[in-house]
């Protein structure tokens, strides 16, 4: 039996550091609302049935350091929003139908350490800038052309 995620978070969700909702047969879409536990530093919604589009709303996790969303059915870009967590330190798209290309203001997250593509549907170069991220140690991707 599937479910979707709830559309608003608890109100007494405000203090939530964690969230992990990995492998649970979850499907819809993810609520922006998210973007909402100001507390929030890891996301783990991989490997369930989610569609649609991140939510730009995640650029208002400023305590974010890990989003892991891969293995779902995800479409549309990576919003560049997500730049402003410069806190991020792994990040993980695998496995989704994203399109577009690699955020150049990616290069903003110094302290980016995994970076997750293994898209088969991005687009455009690897970005220069994202040479900034020195601590970047792990960034597979698939596509040749990319």
């Known amino acids: 039996m599937t479910s979707p995620i709830p559309p608003q978070p608890g109100k007494n969700l405000h203090n939530l550091e964690i969230l992990s909702l990995f492998e649970n047969d979850l499907n819809d879409t993810i609520p922006p609302s998210l973007g909402n536990l100001s507390n929030l530093s890891e996301l783990l919604l991989y490997s369930n049935g989610l569609s649609g589009t991140i939510p730009p709303e995640f650029g208002l996790l400023k305590k974010f350091k890990v989003l892991r969303v891969g293995d779902n059915r995800l479409t549309g870009h990576i919003p560049e929003e997500i730049s402003k967590c410069t806190e991020l330190r792994t990040m993980g798209f695998a496995s989704c139908s994203l399109n577009g290309s690699i955020p150049r203001t990616f290069g903003q997250l110094l302290q ?24 970047l140690e792990s960034f597979p991707a698939a596509r040749n052309d990319l």
């Open 112 to 135: 980016l350490k995994n970076l997750n593509l293994l898209e088969k549907f991005l687009s455009g170069s690897i970005p220069v800038e994202l040479g900034n991220c020195k601590s």
